[in-house]
């Protein structure tokens, strides 16, 4: 090993206190850096030969833990920022750069709401990655030739998928000794939150550091063309002064690719004629599941996401997107109609799930009721008011409120018909689709507050099927309205404020202490 690289700091090693929270997030990311470089110098030195196969080369994960030794008196109304009970907590830590804004008030809600107790930082036992810390931009495996591949893991610490589980977020997780009598401070480790953040970038085109707190999902590329529209409209350059003032809220609209059109009602935001600053360019792949964002500074800005059709999809998504830890999403898709007097075009505001999707059932057992949270349903019923123009008892004659089914069969129409106007009157469902209840029931088990608006595309029990004809008027007339109502309904919930918006619904009665 050159001895001018800077040597990692060793599992077990560097502890130090805090009281102070910008010193702790500093020592974090020192941390971090430091063992991070290291990684990057030994890979380059292997790249070219200089480096060989001997030593294994490591470099661990910061973590941050906490002594409570009297059971906590903290305000009854929060659902999180505290832990429920006297003992040791842990959790490795990743990416400041991401990270830093969001470690930072957990740190400053555990020193608010715990008397007396120091934050402990030092090295983990636990090591990164290499693929990890060389960060999502960078194809290891394809800048390798074959032999240096094989000695590869000889070498290095590579991606290791038992440290990657989610038995924090399911509950299964047991203290052991290979824990060290500590428990769990957030749900996920810091490997299994690189694993997604990786995983985002593949799936999506686009960084996590770009992911905003409030995520729409749709299932139709027709929802992502308004977005699109609605995010470089907010960009482009006003000359009425109330408007720009409001269009500078946001920053910037980042597309898959990292295309980054700032906002020209920001200083330093427009050309030097009066258009939008563009960084970087499209992708010229479209990615599986595309994400937009919408920017804010503080990041409380809007992403939309076409997750394309399916339960699996939904899924894989929302297991990603979780470790970014949102403040709130929100299924905006078409569904099939069950009732013979909805019309095509009317909305469904779910407040019940049939999950037959199935995807869940290992992680979330199917006797595990979805509820419904009354802060995004208010907040969706107030945003349709206003968009329609209608009170809530008009707003009944284009909407219900009910129970939707999600299945796993784009074909479920060609079943047996008896069995089906069975299973749907004993449910009482009114809507049917193949994602909102995968999404909400993983917004549950990763205590993300969830909604769902659908918008009726079909009724296939009643003689109106999907067809491309019927389907066009339909969405130039329903597709506008509805993401206004999804984007105005964000708005609402932002304003509500943090703290009001994530439920102690979503929260077990032993719980991590971060959000």
């Given at each position: 090993?050159?001895?001018?690289?800077?040597?990692?700091?060793?599992?077990?090693?560097?502890?130090?206190?805090?009281?102070?929270i910008?010193?702790?997030?500093?020592?974090?990311?020192?941390?971090?850096?430091?063992?991070?470089?290291?990684?990057?110098?030994?890979?380059d030195?292997?790249?070219?030969?200089?480096?060989?196969?001997?030593?294994?080369?490591?470099?661990?994960?910061?973590?941050?833990?906490?002594?409570v030794?009297?059971?906590?008196?903290?305000?009854?109304?929060?659902?999180y920022?505290?832990?429920?009970?006297?003992?040791?907590?842990?959790t490795?830590?990743?990416?400041?750069?991401?990270?830093?804004?969001?470690?930072?008030?957990?740190?400053?809600?555990?020193?608010?709401?715990?008397?007396?107790?120091?934050?402990?930082?030092?090295?983990?036992?636990?090591?990164?990655?290499?693929?990890?810390?060389?960060?999502?931009?960078?194809?290891?495996?394809?800048?390798?030739?074959?032999?240096?591949?094989?000695?590869l893991?000889q070498?290095?610490?590579?991606?290791?998928?038992?440290?990657?589980?989610?038995?924090?977020?399911?509950?299964?997780y047991?203290l052991?000794?290979?824990?060290?009598?500590?428990?769990?401070?957030?749900?996920?480790?810091?490997?299994?939150v690189?694993?997604?953040?990786?995983?985002?970038?593949?799936?999506?085109?686009s960084?996590?550091?770009?992911?905003?707190?409030?995520?729409?999902?749709?299932?139709?590329?027709?929802?992502?063309?308004?977005?699109?529209?609605?995010?470089l409209?907010i960009?482009?350059?006003?000359?009425?002064?109330?408007?720009?003032?409001?269009?500078?809220?946001?920053?910037?609209?980042?597309?898959?690719?990292?295309?980054i059109?700032?906002?020209?009602?920001?200083?330093?935001?427009?050309?030097?004629?009066?258009?939008?600053?563009?960084?970087?360019?499209?992708?010229?792949?479209?990615?599986?599941?595309?994400?937009?964002?919408?920017?804010?500074?503080?990041?409380?800005?809007?992403?939309?996401?076409?997750?394309?059709?399916?339960?699996?999809?939904?899924?894989?998504?929302?297991?990603?997107?979780?470790?970014?830890?949102?403040?709130?999403?929100?299924m905006?898709?078409h569904?099939?109609?069950?009732?013979?007097?909805?019309?095509?075009?009317?909305?469904?505001?779910?407040?019940?799930?049939?999950?037959?999707?199935?995807?869940?059932?290992?992680d979330?057992?199917i006797?595990?009721?979805?509820?419904?949270?009354?802060?995004?349903?208010?907040?969706?019923?107030?945003?349709?008011?206003?968009?329609?123009?209608?009170?809530d008892?008009e707003?009944?004659?284009?909407?219900?409120?009910?129970?939707?089914?999600?299945?796993?069969?784009?074909?479920?129409?060609?079943?047996d018909q008896?069995?089906?106007?069975?299973?749907?009157?004993?449910?009482?469902?009114?809507?049917?689709?193949?994602?909102?209840?995968?999404?909400?029931?993983?917004?549950?088990?990763?205590?993300?507050p969830?909604?769902t608006?659908?918008?009726?595309?079909?009724?296939?029990?009643?003689?109106?099927?999907?067809?491309?004809?019927?389907?066009?008027?339909?969405?130039?007339?329903?597709?506008?309205?509805?993401?206004k109502?999804?984007?105005?309904?964000?708005?609402?919930?932002?304003?509500?404020?943090?703290?009001?918006?994530?439920?102690?619904?979503?929260?077990?009665?032993?719980?991590?202490?971060?959000?």
């Amino acid at each position: 090993m050159p001895s001018k690289l800077q040597m990692p700091f060793k599992a077990d090693s560097n502890r130090k206190l805090f009281k102070d929270i910008d010193k702790a997030s500093a020592y974090i990311n020192k941390l971090y850096k430091r063992n991070t470089d290291y990684l990057c110098s030994c890979f380059d030195l292997f790249t070219k030969g200089v480096l060989q196969v001997g030593e294994h080369v490591s470099a661990h994960y910061p973590y941050m833990q906490i002594t409570v030794k009297k059971n906590p008196s903290v305000d009854r109304r929060r659902s999180y920022g505290f832990v429920s009970q006297a003992g040791v907590y842990r959790t490795t830590l990743t990416r400041p750069d991401i990270f830093d804004f969001y470690y930072k008030e957990q740190i400053a809600l555990l020193l608010e709401n715990h008397e007396n107790i120091k934050l402990e930082i030092g090295v983990s036992d636990t090591p990164i990655p290499l693929h990890f810390a060389l960060g999502d931009d960078f194809h290891l495996e394809a800048d390798l030739n074959v032999e240096q591949l094989e000695a590869l893991p000889q070498l290095f610490d590579l991606p290791d998928l038992a440290m990657m589980d989610d038995k924090i977020a399911n509950g299964t997780y047991r203290l052991d000794a290979e824990h060290s009598g500590c428990s769990p401070l957030a749900l996920f480790t810091a490997p299994r939150v690189d694993l997604s953040l990786q995983r985002l970038r593949h799936y999506t085109g686009s960084s996590a550091e770009h992911v905003q707190n409030f995520v729409l999902y749709t299932n139709y590329q027709f929802y992502i063309d308004e977005f699109i529209r609605h995010g470089l409209k907010i960009m482009s350059m006003s000359n009425d002064s109330k408007i720009a003032k409001q269009r500078s809220e946001y920053l910037s609209f980042v597309e898959p690719g990292n295309k980054i059109t700032h906002n020209a009602n920001i200083k330093g935001g427009a050309t030097s004629d009066g258009y939008p600053r563009v960084d970087g360019s499209p992708t010229q792949r479209i990615p599986q599941m595309p994400a937009y964002h919408l920017k804010r500074a503080d990041g409380s800005g809007i992403t939309m996401i076409n997750i394309g059709v399916g339960p699996s999809n939904a899924k894989t998504i929302t297991d990603h997107i979780a470790v970014l830890r949102p403040h709130a999403w929100l299924m905006l898709g078409h569904c099939a109609g069950l009732r013979n007097s909805q019309a095509l075009g009317d909305y469904v505001l779910a407040h019940g799930y049939v999950r037959e999707d199935g995807i869940l059932d290992n992680d979330l057992p199917i006797t595990i009721p979805i509820p419904a949270l009354s802060e995004m349903q208010i907040a969706l019923e107030a945003a349709m008011c206003q968009v329609t123009g209608m009170d809530d008892y008009e707003l009944k004659n284009i909407m219900r409120t009910g129970t939707v089914a999600t299945i796993n069969d784009r074909n479920w129409e060609l079943r047996d018909q008896d069995k089906l106007f069975e299973h749907f009157s004993q449910s009482r469902a009114i809507a049917l689709d193949m994602e909102s209840a995968t999404i909400a029931a993983n917004g549950f088990r990763f205590r993300v507050p969830y909604g769902t608006l659908l918008c009726v595309s079909d009724k296939p029990l009643h003689g109106q099927l999907k067809l491309p004809g019927m389907a066009n008027d339909f969405y130039r007339e329903r597709v506008d309205q509805h993401l206004k109502i999804g984007l105005l309904a964000m708005e609402y919930l932002r304003k509500l404020g943090v703290e009001r918006l994530h439920s102690r619904k979503l929260r077990s009665f032993s719980e991590v202490a971060f959000q």
